[in-house]
């Protein structure tokens, strides 16, 4: 895995040789970003989407719980696994941890190991989500209860793409806007829920549109590709044989 493609996890802890020691014990499969309290940690989850969370619990400026409280409210981070850390191991702490969202509660002192363990689980099951949203959501599901905020969201996207499926120029700025987002938070969202950047999110329900329409026999495949927002009829073919794997009008022989 290259640098880039490592996941990102940001460390929220008042105690700097502390927050050392856990980037320490991620740094080889994971990039890691600090906080020092949790009201930098806000700031820092809004603006860079990281794939995971760890917070201390005990904090000045807010508690773990309150910070772990906030992102779990707000959409842009709602999706982000949270493991909170605490010298607290009573019971009823770690209800309250979970009660308020918290993925994973670890009590200090830890073994590095088990840290390490806890946060591969929780990136391995967001991978898991990924596939599940690839298979099942963007795959039209009419019907289907929805059963999870990131669910809520991902067909909340869908729609919006399918109310702008005619226009050409609906981009990535525009659907950012229709969700409150900026360009760079809708872009991680989307890639943590579903693997794909936001243009080939809006590119795919395109093309699971025009598969639709090749299948009823509405219009020929020109008129399809316009009415599902590609200006180029060559670019449409190329995209709709990398998705489905034959080109339009051989779908439409076999499926229409």
């Given at each position: 895995?290259?640098?880039?493609?490592?996941?990102?996890?940001?460390?929220?802890?008042?105690?700097?040789?502390?927050?050392?020691?856990?980037?320490e014990?991620?740094?080889?499969?994971?990039?890691?970003?600090?906080?020092?309290?949790?009201?930098?940690?806000?700031?820092k989850?809004?603006?860079?989407?990281?794939?995971?969370?760890?917070?201390?619990?005990?904090?000045?400026?807010?508690?773990?719980?309150?910070f772990?409280?906030?992102?779990?409210?707000?959409?842009?981070?709602?999706?982000?696994?949270?493991?909170?850390?605490?010298?607290?191991?009573?019971?009823?702490?770690?209800?309250?941890?979970?009660?308020?969202?918290?993925?994973?509660?670890?009590?200090?002192?830890?073994?590095?190991?088990?840290?390490?363990?806890?946060?591969?689980?929780?990136?391995?099951?967001?991978?898991?989500?990924?596939?599940?949203f690839?298979?099942?959501?963007?795959?039209?599901?009419?019907?289907?209860?929805?059963?999870?905020?990131?669910?809520?969201?991902?067909?909340?996207?869908?729609?919006?793409v399918?109310?702008?499926?005619?226009n050409?120029?609906?981009?990535?700025?525009?659907?950012?806007?229709?969700?409150?987002?900026?360009?760079?938070?809708?872009?991680r969202?989307?890639?943590?829920?579903?693997?794909?950047?936001?243009?080939?999110?809006?590119?795919?329900?395109?093309?699971?549109?025009?598969?639709?329409?090749?299948?009823?026999g509405?219009?020929?495949?020109?008129?399809?590709?316009?009415?599902?927002?590609?200006?180029?009829?060559?670019?449409?073919?190329?995209?709709?044989?990398?998705?489905?794997g034959?080109?339009?009008?051989?779908?439409?022989?076999?499926y229409?």
């Amino acid at each position: 895995i290259t640098k880039e493609n490592k996941p990102l996890v940001l460390i929220v802890e008042d105690h700097a040789d502390f927050r050392t020691f856990i980037g320490e014990i991620l740094e080889e499969e994971y990039r890691t970003i600090e906080a020092k309290n949790g009201l930098i940690g806000l700031e820092k989850a809004i603006d860079e989407i990281p794939d995971l969370i760890i917070s201390d619990v005990m904090m000045p400026e807010m508690s773990g719980y309150e910070f772990c409280e906030k992102i779990k409210n707000d959409e842009r981070t709602c999706h982000i696994p949270v493991i909170l850390l605490t010298a607290k191991a009573a019971q009823e702490d770690r209800i309250e941890g979970l009660s308020i969202g918290a993925d994973d509660y670890l009590s200090k002192p830890f073994e590095s190991k088990e840290l390490l363990t806890r946060v591969n689980n929780l990136i391995s099951q967001r991978r898991k989500l990924q596939v599940y949203f690839q298979q099942h959501i963007l795959i039209k599901t009419s019907g289907e209860k929805i059963v999870s905020a990131e669910e809520e969201f991902v067909h909340r996207a869908i729609e919006i793409v399918e109310e702008n499926i005619g226009n050409e120029d609906f981009s990535v700025d525009d659907f950012a806007g229709n969700l409150n987002m900026s360009r760079s938070q809708l872009h991680r969202k989307i890639h943590a829920l579903t693997g794909k950047s936001a243009t080939s999110f809006i590119r795919t329900i395109r093309l699971q549109r025009a598969a639709e329409l090749l299948k009823t026999g509405n219009g020929n495949v020109t008129e399809i590709a316009f009415d599902v927002g590609f200006g180029s009829q060559s670019y449409f073919t190329r995209c709709f044989a990398e998705q489905f794997g034959c080109s339009p009008s051989e779908y439409k022989r076999r499926y229409g």
